[in-house]
């Protein structure tokens, strides 16, 4: 795409835990250009931030003045510059009135996006960086029904006339991750190639237990000391126990969709689809620009591009 063509006209910046990624942006909503590091927030101390923003994108300020907006866990308190939380429901618009304007010593200005929380069960649940995407969604138009965003934390998040208006939390990766290393149930497990097969076992094993996940994940051990599943599939299986009760427990919280949007890396986004698949649930994959739509989204509601 040439930059004679579509002229700059945003810098949107996804800055996330582990994770650093930029978006020039044309007036359409076109990403001419991107750029991506691991200098998530994790691996940024507080005062290196702004030579870390700087650094990536200077060189695309010097080819003309445009505003920059910032999201995810760089607007956190462990990050850079904190941003209050925002209620839902929640739409672009309540997302434009809500940024936080910032100054650097060199002068430039940055928009940074606030986060959503909501209540469920009393307890207040939060998202940062996950709502740029969804406004991304907003913005192509998908103003009613169910968005999952797969990861460390997985997200849920429904959608109704054109606003957010809940979302829950799910655990599932890092639940996986702390078993993997810190269990004896890990301690049976090994590598090996992925197994569809013992995914999808996870998943109908966790179908037949419902709400019994904590007795269920004993048979992560119990299989592999009858030698009824190799320690290399056992991995797998125990993704799919988790993310079937995750999708289970969504369905009680938050209702059961008969479609849902999958947002997130398509290496987990397959794995999703997957489990929902066999549990009777249709999924569709978001384009991967969404974020970089979301941005745009939100600085044409506040009045930063035209």
Known sequence: MSLDVHQPALIGVDWGTSSFRAFLIDSDANVLDSKETDQGVLNIDRCGFLNVL???????????????????????????????????????????????????????????????????????????????QIAGLLADGIRDGMVIMPGTHSKWVTLADGVIRNFATFMTGEIFSAIRTQTILGRLMSDGPASAKSFKLGVEQS??????????????????????????????????????????????????????????????????????????????????????????????????VS
């Not at 009135?97 to 010593?105: D, K, M």
């Not at 919280?253 to 999703?272: A, E």
């Not at 066999?278 to 979301?294: H, T, V």
């Open 54 to 132: 700087e650094h990536h994108i200077n060189g695309w300020l010097e080819m003309t003045p445009m505003p920059v907006i910032i999201s995810g866990m760089a607007t956190s308190r462990n990050g850079w510059i904190e941003t209050p939380y925002v209620s839902c429901p929640a739409g672009v618009e309540v997302l434009a009135s809500n940024l936080t304007r910032h100054i650097v010593p060199s002068g430039l200005e940055v928009h940074l996006v606030s986060g959503l929380t909501t209540r469920n069960d009393g307890a207040p649940d939060v998202m940062r960086g996950e709502e740029v």
């Open 207 to 304: 179908k037949r237990c419902g709400t019994e996940l904590l007795h269920t994940l004993f048979s992560v051990r119990t299989l592999t000391l009858f030698d009824e599943m190799a320690k290399d599939k056992t991995p797998d299986y125990l993704s799919g126990l988790l993310i079937g009760a995750e999708i289970q427990g969504a369905i009680l919280l938050l209702g059961d969709p008969k479609r849902v949007w999958l947002v997130g890396r398509r290496s987990l986004l397959s794995r999703y689809q997957q489990a929902l698949q066999a549990l009777g649930i249709e999924s569709i994959r978001a384009g991967e620009n969404i974020a970089a739509l979301g941005h745009y989204a939100i600085a044409r509601a506040t009045g930063l």
